[in-house]
């Protein structure tokens, strides 16, 4: 983060882990991931209001064969909208082999963002981001943009992961220009256990010669500024 002038993150994981991280460096804003689990309502509520988590995500529903549609986040998506709580949902699939390896509910379909389309009809003053972008389902994502101009999303692993993901960010990030939807793409990596893929993100996104620096800055920094109501 130094290296690369990150000045906020979102930080994603159990309520033990974001703590720390936030104890540590004042930069990290505190998300909660549910896993396959989620805290009661009125826990997670209590939480939200003296700002132990201030982003509900990532949202990995669709790990555990669940969509945002599932009726389990109702009463929390309640909540973050009364209380204008972002919320951080993942898109698309999963690593390779991840159903082998403690997600046997994963299924690709599930990642689809059109299967999320009444959660924002429901919501409309819901600060809600799509995670990966949609991945392969990247040209849903842009419709989906164009239709409730409240989506955002991020670009999570589709600049570092492999070239797969790579290819669909590119053509992610080339259509959103040219539909005039750069203005909410937010950077992001979704770097886990691999903080070298920060600067492997930040390095290909700026080796992309269809955006222009004030686009980059906007993707790396302002779009982010703007939906986290960042002020300084």
Not at 7 to 14: I, P, R, T
Not at 130 to 158: A, N, P, S, W
Request: glycine residues 8%.
């Amino acid at each position: 983060m130094d290296k690369n002038n990150i000045q906020y993150a979102v930080v994603s994981g159990s309520l033990k882990s974001v703590a720390r991280f936030v104890k540590a460096d004042s930069r990290f804003i505190p998300g909660y991931m549910e896993e396959d689990t989620i805290i009661p309502i009125l826990k997670f509520e209590e939480l939200v209001k003296n700002g132990e988590i201030r982003v509900f995500g990532e949202i990995t529903g669709v790990y555990f064969g669940k969509t945002l549609n599932d009726s389990l986040y109702r009463p929390y998506l309640d909540v973050c909208e009364k209380y204008d709580i972002p919320v951080a949902y993942h898109t698309g699939g999963g690593p390779s082999m991840a159903v082998y390896r403690g997600t046997p509910k994963l299924r690709i379909k599930n990642g689809d963002p059109l299967l999320i389309e009444d959660v924002l009809v429901k919501y409309p003053k819901l600060r809600i981001y799509l995670m990966h972008g949609g991945e392969m389902y990247y040209t849903h994502t842009l419709r989906m943009m164009k239709l409730f101009e409240q989506l955002y999303i991020d670009v999570g692993v589709l600049l570092w992961a492999d070239p797969m993901v790579q290819d669909y960010g590119t053509n992610l990030l080339k259509k959103a220009k040219e539909y005039g939807l750069l203005n909410r793409i937010m950077f992001g990596t979704d770097q886990m256990v691999w903080p070298g893929a920060i600067s492997k993100s930040i390095e290909y996104l700026n080796s992309l010669d269809f955006l222009t620096e004030r686009e980059k800055r906007m993707i790396l920094y302002d779009n982010a500024k703007t939906f986290l109501k960042i002020e300084q």
